[in-house]
């Protein structure tokens, strides 16, 4: 196969990704696939933003923090990210509205007794033999005297870059470029960055978008894997995450667009694709099977 034919299988798995999320989400019953990894294991969304976990601080936390007070947006999705349990940010949702900073003995009284107090879906790294309530409190206590207020004012609607802020999330303590991007990607869709000018031009891969476009590149001979450890690297696969980009304004390769791709779903869903090609076509297995 070419890398022209593994792009088509690349869209054709997102499509069918989409098209499950769209018959589960109508009441419909299983199986919501023929695809033998779609129906066996779990694979996030094609957009972040239809996750149950983002839609869920979208709602009780990003919209009324952007309303409120949208120099508080940096902190509150820190908090949000780290922890990002539902059970666990609702018994501190009008905590995290009303102002962290001025709620920090409320804020662990009401997660002292919670376990798990944060979602296992992240890599949290906290003080060593620290609890990881305690490791998040002393994350988000060392955030809160980093100058977070001053990042806020400092973003210009429309020229200030998703990039940027990235880096700057990144010199806070223990927040490595994987949670950086998280809090990047909420933020976009915020009064802060909404209008970043380089939503279509930039994004964070990690080791899973490399693998995935390994897996484009899978019938090329002698061609080193794609890495994600310099800043050469990221900016070589920042370009191929481009070019797939504009193949995803082809309505064949995705047929609604009305919705269309930005940089985060390139990078997301080669991530998934990565994922999917491990069980299709051999790999290192998946563990998240359904029930």
């Keep these: 196969m070419s890398y022209q034919s593994n792009l088509e299988e690349f869209f054709a798995y997102a499509k069918e990704r989409e098209r499950v999320r769209l ?16 129906g066996q294991f779990r694979f996030c969304n094609v957009y972040r933003e239809d996750d149950r976990t983002t839609r869920w601080i979208t709602e009780n936390i990003r919209e009324p923090v952007d309303k409120t007070d949208p120099l508080g947006l940096p902190l509150a999705m820190t908090i949000a990210n780290f922890i990002n349990r539902i059970e666990s940010l609702d018994l501190v949702k009008d905590l995290i509205v009303e102002g962290y900073h001025v709620n920090r003995a409320r804020f662990h009284e009401r997660l002292k007794d919670v376990n798990p107090v944060v979602t296992g879906a992240y890599v949290i790294h906290s003080e060593i033999g620290m609890p990881k309530l305690e490791g998040c409190m002393f994350i988000f206590d060392w955030y809160s005297k980093s100058g977070w207020e001053e990042l806020a004012k400092s973003i210009e609607p429309g020229k200030t870059t998703l990039e940027e802020v990235h ?3 990144m010199e806070v303590k223990n927040v490595g470029a994987f949670m950086a991007y998280e809090i990047v990607t909420d933020l976009r869709h915020t009064s802060l960055l909404r209008d970043a000018p380089d939503i279509l031009t930039w994004a964070s891969p990690g080791p899973g978008a490399a693998r995935g476009l390994d897996w484009l590149y899978r019938d090329e001979a002698d061609r080193k894997p794609f890495s994600y450890g310099s800043k050469k690297q990221r900016a070589i696969m920042n370009e191929e995450m481009q070019k797939i980009l504009a193949a995803s304004r082809d309505p064949a390769n995705w047929p609604n667009q009305d919705r269309p791709w930005e940089m985060r779903e390139v990078e997301h869903t080669l991530c998934e694709y990565d994922k999917w090609c491990r069980v299709t076509h051999g790999g290192k297995r998946m563990k998240r099977r359904y029930p």
């Design 23 to 38: 018959a589960k989400e109508s009441g419909a019953s299983r199986p919501w696939t023929i695809d033998t990894a779609l």
């Design 167 to 169: 880096k700057w999330l």
